[in-house]
């Protein structure tokens, strides 16, 4: 949890796009869903931005999901017995192939609520699986850091959900979202060179923007 408040990016915000003068151009409410927007974009390319390391429950069988407003799993990294309280055993990770030799019929060994290795697939972030699977009731907590979905900020009282290291890349992206939706050259260049800006800082050059293609102004309104 961040501590800088919203009211404090948005003034800053203002001070960039000259608008401080009442009647503002933009209000403080649209301002207020970009940085909302702003904070969804940054957890959806740096997860850890966002991560929660609560002890949460399996289910039955080896299958398993991370909690309702998670994201990706980071990593699974103790057992928290059947109360979801007490520390037990670490956790092991395992790739299925290697799993797979060891213990052929690993998906229908014995159940246990206590979990010795999970596997990960990049491809499904939401999901894992365990071994031993777990038991039909009963099931154990296990206790890992995943990223989940920011909590949106509520008001421009109300301080950033992230740390305040991601408040220059937020502003960024919803100085982005602001002069994206303008009709002149100058502002779509200056919403691209805010947009770069943003993944630069969070890291991700790979996204960074070569050109601005105008039809986009329609797709994302």
């Keep these: 949890m961040g501590t800088i408040l919203a009211?404090?990016?948005?003034?800053?915000?203002?001070?960039?796009?000259?608008?401080?003068?009442?009647?503002?151009?933009?209000?403080?409410?649209?301002?207020?869903?970009k940085l909302n927007n702003a904070q969804r974009f940054i957890v959806q390319h740096v997860p850890k931005a966002n991560v929660v390391n609560d002890a949460f429950q399996l289910s039955a069988g080896v299958v398993q999901s991370i909690p309702a407003g998670g994201n990706e799993l980071v990593s699974l990294d103790f057992n928290m017995g059947t109360d979801g309280l007490t520390i037990g055993a670490p956790i092991r990770i395992i790739t299925i192939e290697e799993l797979t030799s060891l213990i052929p019929d690993w998906t229908t060994a014995t159940a246990s609520a206590i979990v010795q290795y999970f596997m990960f697939n990049e491809k499904d972030p939401s999901h894992f699986y365990v071994y031993p699977p777990q038991p039909a009731s009963d099931q154990g907590y296990?206790?890992?850091?995943?990223?989940?979905?920011?909590?949106?900020?509520?008001?421009?009282?109300?301080?950033?959900?992230?740390?305040?290291?991601?408040?220059?890349?937020?502003?960024?992206?919803?100085?982005?979202?602001?002069?994206?939706?303008?009709?002149?050259?100058?502002?779509?260049?200056?919403?691209?060179?805010?947009?770069?800006?943003?993944?630069?800082?969070?890291?991700?050059?790979?996204?960074?923007?070569?050109?601005?293609?105008?039809?986009r102004k329609q797709e994302n309104q």
Excluded: H
């Design 7 to 33: 009211s404090a990016i948005i003034s800053e915000m203002r001070e960039v796009l000259f608008d401080t003068v009442v009647p503002y151009r933009w209000s403080d409410t649209s301002f207020l869903t």
């Design 142 to 215: 296990v206790k890992g850091p995943y990223s989940a979905n920011p909590t949106d900020i509520a008001s421009t009282a109300t301080a950033i959900t992230l740390s305040d290291i991601f408040s220059n890349p937020m502003k960024m992206f919803a100085l982005y979202e602001t002069l994206r939706l303008e009709t002149d050259a100058l502002a779509l260049q200056q919403a691209v060179g805010y947009y770069n800006a943003c993944v630069m800082e969070i890291g991700r050059k790979d996204l960074v923007m070569k050109t601005y293609n105008p039809n």
